[in-house]
């Protein structure tokens, strides 16, 4: 079946950039997207990219895309205690059904 | 952004009883409802899919009498665990989506507890 990947932990320090990977294997993909999950609560939708852009930039993160290698990278800029939490990419295609990469858990040092 | 509240946000209940958690959109009307769980520290897994007014289509490996969805109105879909047992514990989330936009919006999840 598809499959999403991505790296199970990543530790920062405050005001440091963080870049959380993913690679998915389902060509249909049209959405791709990343969701914060905080502990005990449920998912946030971050932001997403069109599968057929190869980046977005919306305040303090930027998604890349590289189709060709269906690789997707977040990249959060002046990383903050409060960014600490687990990070889902996910792929979707028109039927909004989503398939979850296994989270990156966050952790960012003061 | 559209807001999908699902209820209740906890419950523990004893091993052999049926647990039924709703999902509703609350300021729009949702075609579709996705159904995921989500096991300790781990990813979500898609359980279902269900669509207004019809039958909910299920993942494989997941058991449809077990997991018994009904999405009978444009803004709710429930979902009940039935006889159910220390293993159906998890983390369930609901999301629903018009079909129109880019996005599927979640619920803040349930979290099940069967002693």
């Known amino acids: 079946g598809e499959d999403v990947e991505q790296s199970l932990f990543l530790s920062v320090r405050e005001g440091d950039s963080s870049v959380i990977n993913c690679t998915y294997t389902?060509?249909?993909?049209?959405?791709l997207y990343w969701y914060k999950q905080e502990p005990g609560a449920g998912l946030q939708l971050l932001t997403y990219i069109f599968s057929n852009m190869d980046m977005k930039q919306d305040q303090r993160l930027t998604v890349l895309l590289n189709k060709k290698d269906k690789h997707l990278s977040l990249r959060i800029a002046d990383t903050q205690t409060g960014d600490s939490a687990i990070y889902f990419c996910a792929s979707g295609d028109s039927s909004y059904k989503l398939i979850f990469g296994s989270g990156t858990r966050l952790l960012v040092r003061p | 952004g559209a807001v999908v509240s699902q209820h209740p946000s906890w419950v523990i209940c004893k091993s052999g009883t049926s647990v039924k958690i709703e999902c509703r959109s609350l300021d729009f009307q949702a075609t579709t409802m996705f159904w995921y769980r989500q096991f300790p520290k781990q990813s979500l897994m898609l359980m279902a899919t269900?669509?207004?007014?019809?039958?909910?289509?299920?993942e494989q490996g997941v058991e449809k009498d077990k997991f018994l969805i009904n999405h009978a109105s444009l803004t709710l879909s429930t979902l009940t665990v039935t006889s159910a047992h220390p293993e159906d514990s998890s983390f369930y989330i609901c999301?629903?989506?018009?079909?129109?936009?880019?996005?599927?919006?979640f619920g803040q999840g349930t979290r099940l507890t069967v002693v």
């Open positions: 269900s669509n207004e007014g019809s039958k909910a289509t299920y």
């Open positions: 389902d060509s249909s993909s049209t959405y």
């Open positions: 999301s629903a989506t018009t079909g129109g936009n880019t996005e599927a919006f």
